[in-house]
């Protein structure tokens, strides 16, 4: 999708450098990290959030959730880790392309903020 910065970064279109890759995903470290360890998990089709995901996306989402358990274990989260899916604006969802936050290497609180 056009102006979409993850759909850029997923089609390379802007310099990255993914931490994993595979035909359906895209994994690479956020930019404003909030925990030693921050890397996001993004769908390289466009999704606008996980509101507009369908059955259709069923196996794509199964990957993903299947796929972090294996990058946290490479990042090193063996003490555990936060994931968190930002949803529409009271989500506090900025960038409208469904990702995974991957948060780890420090102590969660809860509630979150
Ligand atoms: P959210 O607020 O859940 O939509 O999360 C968007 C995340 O994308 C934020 O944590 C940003 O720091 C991160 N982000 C935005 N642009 C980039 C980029 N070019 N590379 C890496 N992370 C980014
Ligand atoms: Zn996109």
């Given at each position: 999708?056009?102006?979409?910065?993850?759909?850029?970064?997923?089609?390379?279109?802007?310099?990255t450098?993914?931490?994993?890759?595979?035909?359906?995903i895209?994994?690479?470290?956020?930019?404003?990290?909030?925990?030693?360890v921050?890397?996001?998990?993004?769908?390289?089709?466009?999704?606008?959030?996980?509101?507009?995901?369908?059955?259709?996306d069923?196996?794509l989402?199964?990957?993903?959730?299947l796929?972090?358990?294996?990058?946290?274990?490479?990042?090193?989260?063996?003490?555990?880790?936060?994931?968190?899916?930002?949803t529409?604006?009271?989500?506090?969802?900025?960038v409208?392309?469904?990702?995974?936050?991957?948060?780890?290497?420090?102590?969660m609180?809860?509630?979150?903020?």
């Amino acid at each position: 999708m056009a102006d979409c910065i993850f759909c850029s970064i997923a089609n390379h279109d802007i310099p990255t450098d993914p931490i994993y890759e595979d035909e359906l995903i895209i994994a690479f470290n956020d930019l404003e990290p909030q925990a030693p360890v921050h890397f996001l998990v993004v769908p390289k089709k466009h999704i606008e959030s996980i509101d507009a995901a369908t059955e259709d996306d069923s196996e794509l989402i199964s990957h993903i959730m299947l796929t972090i358990p294996k990058l946290a274990a490479e990042q090193g989260l063996e003490n555990g880790y936060r994931i968190v899916i930002n949803t529409g604006d009271d989500g506090g969802q900025t960038v409208k392309h469904l990702h995974f936050h991957i948060l780890g290497k420090r102590k969660m609180t809860w509630p979150p903020g």
